[in-house]
Every structure is written in structure tokens, then in C-alpha cells.
């Protein structure tokens, strides 16, 4: 490798960690924040409550994400200068942004009228507001990705989920209603569009260039794809809930995923935000490429795994001494869609790997699939489990495409059976430290907040400790890894 190139990946290795400091940073942020503000309100609100603005959501989501562009993407993969794409990217994303508002500001009854709830059609258009200001959020954020700046990216991030759950706190406290929830999001919307102008120089004018739009459009077509099915799982899972089940049920099911699967989206949050645009720097770099996939690989396997083991076993300690009796039915949802998210955080570096190599398409494939298959199962099993079905379709759906989506990631990059090994470890730890939080819990009397900090803190400490046995042992694991990362993210 050339003097050129080896400085550039070491330039790009050192922006990566410097990028976990900040996205970790911001991930815990969003994270903490987010189960405070979680808390407070499910012990405020009904579940009833969520589970109109949940409707609401989905129905902004779905109808959000079925005519995204994909162009973000597309600008941070492509190896030219943006600059000249920007403002035609910033003119379609808004015009379709006013379109949408228009088009769920009129149909709102509708909406009132799929979930019988006449309020949630005001919840809709009130909402949809938000649509407005994510349009004219400042285009030029991307290039902030594209160029691995994530202290700006922690500050767009996180300064707009302190407003949101500041006044979502104060508002529930205040209105002890849904109006909350809603309010909070319109907070949110407004301070995310103002930063994006304050972090970037960058000014967007109107401008339509069909020959550059169509560019983009040529890689944002697939991203595209896989965003529309990803949403039409998402989002029509609670469309679908709500209507079968009841929107109480759906409050029931969206506060789980909120405890569970919301969590762990933290760890491929961190996956695509640090992993593509360095991904991207390295595809014409086998080698680099190679190892970035499996060291990512190993990385998201011994944090995530652990946490979505540990969660499955303590999801009723969590109820118990977090929430109120009102939500019991919710600790069986967050064990299996627990499950279901350690499965998604080991795919997330090969999504990653595929669209930063140039094959988008097989995201939007494999997301097919897992999507034709969850369709087949979620009528049929909710019916008969109700909402513990409709996790177990969730969890399946996601299990079936599993094993492709490795396949197909190892022959990308062309790492051979490594990737396999990277997860033998952590797997293993987590069902010993599984076994141990479970002999604990028959042996001692733990209960409430500070039992169940005491059994998760233990089981964490009694991973690691077999995990460092492990790789001592063997040879192999991401202990050695890990400690070498968090020594990297310390400030010198």
C-alpha cells in the first residue's frame, strides 16, 4: 500500500474513533434521556394514550419513509465533491415534504376513522406539522457525515432530544394527557431544523436539476426500497396492532418496543453512522475494508448480545421495579423482541457493508423477505397470542434472513469464517451470564429498583469476567478488542 493511501486510512481510523467518543456519548445521551422521559410517562399516561399517538406515528412514518429519496445516502457514498448536488437534493426533499403534509392534513378523518378515534386524526394533522420543519432542515448536515464530523452530529442530535424530553416531562406533568407526547415532538422538529443552520454554513436555495436528481436517484433507489419495507414493518406492525388488537393493546406493544428494541437501535444507530461514510473511504480497499467489517462486527456482537441476554431475563424485574402492574403485559413483548434486536444488531455491519460497497440492492432483498415472511405469520399468530404473537412474527421474520445476510456480507468482504468466530465469544458469555442472573434470582430475594440494579450490575460484571477468562483461554474474543477501543476513546 502506497505512503497516500496508508496515511488516508490511518486519517479515516483516527476520525472513527473519534467518532465513537461522540456518537457513544450521544447514543448514551439519547438513551438516558430517553428512559427517563419513558418512565415518567408511562407512569402518567394510560395506555390508551400512547397508543393513539403510536397510530398517529405510524401513519406519519409510513407515509414518510414510501416517498423517501434516498438522497442522503447517496451523497455520502458517492466518492465526488457534493456540493454541486445539494441544492436539488433540498428542493425535492422539501417539495416532498410540503406534498405530505398536505396530503395528511386533508386525510386525517380517515385516520380517525381506520382506529375509530376521533382524536387521533387531530393528533395526525397536528403532527404532520412536524413534516414542515424536517423539510427545511439544512441540507448541508450530510456533508457532516460524509466527513466524519460527529461532535457536530452529537450536538445535532442530542441538544434536539433534551428539548424533546425536557418538555415532554414538564408537559405530562403539567396536561397529564397525549397533548404531551405531541407538543414535545413539535419542540424537537423546531430545535433540530434550527441547529442543522447553526452547525453548518452551508445555505440551501431552490434549485431542480433533473440530470443531477436522477443520479441520485440511481443509488437512492435501493436505499429507497429497503427504507419502504423497513417502515412498512415497523410502522405497519402498529397500524396493524392497533386495528386488531386495539389502540390500548398497541400502547401496551409500543411502550415494550420502546424498553427493548429502541434501546438496542442504539448499537446500529452507531453501526451506520460511524461504519458507512467509513466504509465508504475504504470499499476500493479490500484488505481495510476486511478488517473494519470484522472488527465492527466483534464490537457490536460483545456489547449488544450481553445487553439484549441480560434484558431477556430481566424484563420482569424491570416492570416490576420501574414500571407500574398497568404494563405487566409488556415484560413477555420486550423478552422476544430482546431476542429479536440481538438478531438485527448482528446484521446491522453487513446492511452497512452492502450499501457501502455499491450493493444496496441486497438490503432491499433480504429486507423483502424477512418482510414477506413476517406478513405470512403476523395475522395468524396475533390472533391467536395477541400481542406475544405479534413479537414472535417479528422475532421469526428477522431470524429467517439471518443466515443470507452473513453469507452474503462474508463474501463482500472477504472474510471467511472470522466473522463466525467473532461471535462465538460473546454469545457464549451471555448464556453463562444468563444461567448466573437466573441462579441469583432463585437464591436471593431481589426486588424493586435496587434489586434489579443489583442483578443487572452483576451479571455485566460476570461477563466480563468470562469473557477475559475466555480469551486468556482460547485466544479469541473481543475482550482484547474492546479495551483497546475504550483506551483509544479517552481524551490524551
Same mark, same amino acid.
Given at each position: 500500500?502506497?505512503?497516500?493511501? *496508508?496515511?488516508?486510512?490511518?486519517?479515516?481510523?483516527?476520525?472513527?474513533?473519534?467518532?465513537?467518543?461522540?456518537? *457513544?456519548?450521544?447514543?448514551?445521551?439519547?438513551?438516558?434521556?430517553?428512559?427517563?422521559?419513558?418512565?415518567?410517562?408511562?407512569?402518567?399516561?394510560?395506555?390508551?394514550?400512547?397508543?393513539?399517538?403510536?397510530?398517529?406515528?405510524?401513519?406519519?412514518?409510513?407515509?414518510?419513509?414510501?416517498?423517501?429519496?434516498?438522497?442522503?445516502?447517496?451523497?455520502?457514498?458517492?466518492?465526488?465533491?457534493?456540493?454541486?448536488?445539494?441544492?436539488?437534493?433540498?428542493?425535492?426533499?422539501?417539495?416532498?415534504?410540503?406534498?405530505?403534509? =398536505?396530503?395528511?392534513?386533508?386525510?386525517?378523518?380517515?385516520? $380517525?376513522?381506520?382506529?375509530?378515534?376521533?382524536?387521533?386524526?387531530?393528533?395526525?394533522?397536528?403532527?404532520?406539522?412536524?413534516?414542515?420543519?424536517?423539510?427545511?432542515?439544512?441540507?448541508?448536515?450530510?456533508?457532516?457525515?460524509?466527513?466524519?464530523?460527529?461532535?457536530?452530529?452529537?450536538?445535532?442530535?442530542?441538544?434536539?432530544?433534551?428539548?424533546?424530553?425536557?418538555?415532554?416531562?414538564?408537559?405530562?406533568?403539567?396536561?397529564?394527557?397525549?397533548?404531551?407526547?405531541?407538543?414535545?415532538?413539535?419542540?424537537?422538529?423546531?430545535?433540530?431544523?434550527?441547529?442543522?443552520? $447553526?452547525?453548518?454554513?452551508?445555505?440551501?436555495?431552490?434549485?431542480?436539476?433533473?440530470?443531477?436528481?436522477?443520479?441520485?436517484?440511481?443509488?437512492?433507489?435501493?436505499?429507497?426500497?429497503?427504507?419502504?419495507?423497513? =417502515?412498512?414493518?415497523?410502522?405497519?406492525?402498529?397500524?396493524?396492532?392497533?386495528?386488531?388488537?386495539?389502540?390500548?393493546?398497541?400502547?401496551?406493544?409500543?411502550?415494550?418496543?420502546?424498553?427493548?428494541?429502541?434501546?438496542?437501535?442504539?448499537?446500529?444507530?452507531?453501526?451506520?453512522?460511524?461504519?458507512?461514510?467509513?466504509?465508504?473511504?475504504?470499499?476500493?480497499?479490500?484488505?481495510?475494508?476486511?478488517?473494519?467489517?470484522?472488527?465492527?462486527?466483534?464490537?457490536?456482537?460483545?456489547?449488544?448480545?450481553?445487553?439484549?441476554?441480560?434484558?431477556?431475563?430481566?424484563?420482569?424485574?424491570?416492570?416490576? $421495579?420501574?414500571?407500574?402492574?398497568?404494563?405487566?403485559?409488556?415484560?413477555?413483548?420486550?423478552?422476544?423482541?430482546?431476542?429479536?434486536?440481538?438478531?438485527?444488531?448482528?446484521?446491522?455491519?453487513?446492511?452497512?457493508?452492502?450499501?457501502?460497497?455499491?450493493?444496496?440492492?441486497?438490503?432491499?432483498?433480504?429486507?423483502?423477505?424477512?418482510?414477506?415472511?413476517?406478513?405470512?405469520?403476523?395475522?395468524?399468530?396475533?390472533?391467536?397470542?395477541?400481542?406475544?404473537?405479534?413479537?414472535? $412474527?417479528?422475532?421469526?421474520?428477522?431470524?429467517?434472513?439471518?443466515?443470507?445476510?452473513?453469507?452474503?456480507?462474508?463474501?463482500?468482504?472477504?472474510?471467511?469464517?472470522?466473522?463466525?468466530?467473532?461471535?462465538?465469544?460473546?454469545?457464549?458469555?451471555?448464556?453463562?451470564?444468563?444461567?448466573?442472573?437466573?441462579?441469583?434470582?432463585?437464591?436471593?430475594?431481589?426486588?424493586?429498583?435496587?434489586?434489579?440494579?443489583?442483578?443487572?450490575?452483576?451479571?455485566?460484571?460476570?461477563?466480563?469476567?468470562?469473557?477475559?477468562?475466555?480469551?486468556?483461554?482460547?485466544?479469541?474474543?473481543?475482550?482484547?478488542?474492546?479495551?483497546?477501543?475504550?483506551?483509544?476513546?479517552?481524551?490524551?
Amino acid at each position: 500500500m502506497s505512503k497516500a493511501a *496508508t496515511g488516508l486510512t490511518g486519517s479515516i481510523s483516527e476520525r472513527v474513533g473519534s467518532g465513537l467518543v461522540w456518537m *457513544t456519548a450521544a447514543g448514551v445521551s439519547a438513551r438516558v434521556l430517553g428512559l427517563i422521559s419513558a418512565i415518567v410517562l408511562t407512569r402518567v399516561l394510560e395506555p390508551a394514550d400512547f397508543g393513539i399517538v403510536a397510530a398517529a406515528g405510524a401513519v406519519i412514518g409510513f407515509t414518510k419513509v414510501t416517498t423517501a429519496t434516498g438522497f442522503d445516502s447517496a451523497i455520502v457514498q458517492r466518492r465526488e465533491d457534493p456540493a454541486e448536488f445539494l441544492n436539488t437534493a433540498w428542493t425535492v426533499e422539501l417539495g416532498r415534504y410540503l406534498l405530505l403534509f =398536505t396530503v395528511l392534513f386533508a386525510s386525517a378523518p380517515l385516520v $380517525a376513522v381506520l382506529f375509530d378515534s376521533p382524536e387521533s386524526g387531530t393528533v395526525v394533522r397536528v403532527l404532520s406539522l412536524t413534516l414542515i420543519l424536517q423539510g427545511f432542515n439544512n441540507i448541508g448536515m450530510v456533508c457532516l457525515t460524509r466527513e466524519l464530523d460527529f461532535r457536530k452530529i452529537f450536538i445535532w442530535r442530542t441538544v434536539p432530544l433534551l428539548a424533546g424530553s425536557i418538555s415532554v416531562i414538564a408537559l405530562a406533568l403539567l396536561l397529564k394527557s397525549l397533548w404531551a407526547l405531541v407538543w414535545a415532538e413539535l419542540v424537537q422538529a423546531l430545535c433540530a431544523c434550527a441547529l442543522s443552520y $447553526a452547525l453548518h454554513p452551508f445555505r440551501p436555495r431552490p434549485e431542480l436539476a433533473w440530470k443531477k436528481a436522477r443520479e441520485l436517484f440511481a443509488f437512492g433507489k435501493w436505499v429507497f426500497g429497503t427504507s419502504v419495507i423497513v =417502515t412498512m414493518r415497523q410502522q405497519g406492525v402498529s397500524l396493524f396492532t392497533g386495528n386488531l388488537l386495539g389502540l390500548a393493546s398497541l400502547g401496551v406493544f409500543n411502550r415494550a418496543v420502546s424498553f427493548s428494541t429502541r434501546v438496542f437501535d442504539q448499537f446500529v444507530e452507531m453501526v451506520w453512522r460511524i461504519g458507512y461514510p467509513a466504509y465508504s473511504l475504504l470499499q476500493k480497499r479490500p484488505e481495510s475494508f476486511r478488517k473494519a467489517y470484522v472488527e465492527t462486527l466483534s464490537l457490536v456482537a460483545f456489547l449488544g448480545i450481553p445487553a439484549c441476554a441480560g434484558l431477556i431475563v430481566l424484563s420482569n424485574d424491570f416492570v416490576d $421495579a420501574v414500571l407500574t402492574e398497568k404494563w405487566s403485559a409488556a415484560a413477555p413483548v420486550m423478552q422476544i423482541l430482546s431476542a429479536a434486536a440481538a438478531l438485527h444488531i448482528l446484521n446491522a455491519p453487513a446492511s452497512v457493508a452492502f450499501q457501502a460497497a455499491g450493493s444496496p440492492e441486497l438490503n432491499t432483498k433480504l429486507s423483502m423477505r424477512g418482510f414477506v415472511i413476517l406478513a405470512a405469520l403476523i395475522y395468524p399468530l396475533a390472533s391467536g397470542l395477541g400481542l406475544t404473537g405479534v413479537a414472535l $412474527a417479528m422475532f421469526i421474520s428477522t431470524l429467517a434472513i439471518t443466515p443470507s445476510s452473513f453469507l452474503l456480507a462474508a463474501r463482500i468482504a472477504g472474510c471467511g469464517n472470522e466473522h463466525l468466530k467473532a461471535l462465538c465469544g460473546p454469545a457464549a458469555a451471555s448464556v453463562l451470564m444468563a444461567l448466573f442472573v437466573l441462579f441469583i434470582k432463585s437464591r436471593a430475594a431481589a426486588s424493586g429498583l435496587s434489586g434489579f440494579l443489583a442483578l443487572a450490575v452483576s451479571g455485566a460484571g460476570f461477563y466480563f469476567i468470562i469473557c477475559y477468562l475466555l480469551e486468556k483461554i482460547t485466544g479469541a474474543g473481543a475482550f482484547g478488542l474492546f479495551m483497546e477501543r475504550f483506551a483509544a476513546m479517552r481524551p490524551r
